[in-house]
């Protein structure tokens, strides 16, 4: 699979998108403490990331969006997460959050979109519907849903035969954040500013134009009411794996800046127990510094192919993959989020108890990235056992 890099398209302000990063970056570094001890990012950093317009950045052009290549999609969150992991887990989730809506009816499209605020989901199948004459009714608990805090529209997962289907299928059903509420059980390792609280219903109504129908989408659809713009950049390629790609530069942008606090503070490190050494001297240190950076290059490869793939996959309309290939971009996310973590141990482990004092930059990150590593659309033995299934010719996993 070759992509012809004479056919790439650039993202035109990308120096200016990535200088908002750092500023949104930066902002919330200066909360990272009272984040992790409130449960969630302060206000003024999400007023920073929407001042930015990064959740408009990949709408339909119709409605304020612009092309925005992978590349710089990619470093615009590994930026944010040099600084923050938690504000790049928001910030990419408020960027993907509203791609769904382009693939509901044009009613409901003006509806989200001219609406203005922030948008959530949790895609957990976990809800329960019931058929309402023309709509449907949902109710159920989902856990885990990131950026709930402050957006206005919900998108929860459940399965459901629809009217106009055949069998159960896979979709989100969209509610208004006044229809549901809001249980304020985050409690995590890691991860803590995200703010990730679960979602209740109760036989809430919803109409049939809020529906989005994600399995027919991972089969190639397109918006349901075939009034769109068929060049929309998101319509020609293979959507989860697209929605997925931002995991593995959150990974990356958080490692990274660890390995810049491991060489500062070896630097710096005096080992009194070791004769006064200083320990940017030792060949254990040296080594592992050593190893750390080679990591990190790696995944940045293996992140650059995948970038590269979606790119291959948009010139060419492609909009589904074989199984091999689609397995394939399941297995580098899950090779990136193990990898990243267990360099971020390492870390630890290897500075030693000065690195361990709850909320000092170190240990935060080290629990940001692990917990970031066990999202179900990453974790690594689901990942390449699907993976290394495809290469024998079998099934992979259904979804990712």
Not at 121 to 133: E, L, Q, R, S, Y
């Amino acid at each position: 699979m070759a992509v012809n890099l004479l056919e790439v398209k650039k993202t035109p302000n990308k120096e200016e998108l990535l200088m908002k990063a750092k500023e949104v970056g930066l902002l919330a570094e200066k909360y990272a403490l009272k984040a992790d001890q409130d449960s969630k990012l302060p206000d003024e950093v999400i007023e920073k990331i929407k001042e930015a317009g990064f959740h408009k950045l990949m709408r339909p052009k119709a409605y304020g969006g612009q092309y925005l290549d992978y590349f710089t999609f990619g470093e615009i969150i590994r930026t944010i997460a040099n600084h923050s992991v938690a504000a790049a887990w928001l910030s990419y989730f408020f960027v993907i959050h509203e791609t769904w809506v382009a693939f509901l009816p044009k009613e409901s499209r003006d509806e989200l979109y001219n609406h203005g605020g922030l948008m959530a989901d949790v895609f957990a199948p976990v809800g329960k519907i019931t058929d309402d004459g023309e709509g449907y009714r949902l109710s159920g608990q989902w856990n885990f849903c990131s950026g709930v805090l402050w957006s206005d529209w919900i998108g929860l997962g459940a399965i459901a035969k629809l009217k106009d289907g055949t069998e159960p299928e896979y979709c989100m059903f969209i509610v208004n954040k006044e229809e549901a509420e809001i249980i304020n059980n985050w409690d995590a390792m890691g991860l803590r500013g995200s703010g990730s609280n679960a979602v209740k219903v109760d036989n809430v109504y919803i109409p049939p134009n809020r529906i989005f129908h994600a399995t027919r989408v991972i089969n190639g659809a397109a918006a349901v009411d075939g009034n769109y713009d068929k060049d929309y950049q998101i319509f020609n390629v293979p959507y989860i794996p697209w929605f997925l790609m931002g995991f593995q530069f959150i990974q990356i942008g958080g490692v990274e800046r660890l390995i810049d606090i491991f060489q500062e503070k070896t630097e710096n490190r005096i080992r009194i127990f070791n004769n006064n050494a200083n320990e940017k001297e030792a060949a254990s240190s040296q080594r592992v510094l050593a190893e750390l950076k080679l990591q990190l290059s790696s995944l940045k490869g293996l992140a650059n192919e995948y970038c590269e793939k979606l790119t291959y996959f948009e010139q060419n309309g492609m909009t589904t993959l074989d199984e091999e290939e689609r397995e394939k971009l399941f297995g580098i996310r899950g090779h990136i989020a193990k990898t990243s973590s267990e360099m971020a141990l390492r870390i630890l482990l290897t500075l030693g108890g000065n690195s361990v004092f709850k909320g000092q930059p170190t240990e935060l990150f080290v629990r940001d990235l692990m917990t970031a590593a066990s999202h179900p659309t990453h974790h690594y033995e689901d990942a390449l056992g699907a993976y290394g299934k495809s290469i024998f010719g079998f099934k992979g996993n259904p979804i990712w």
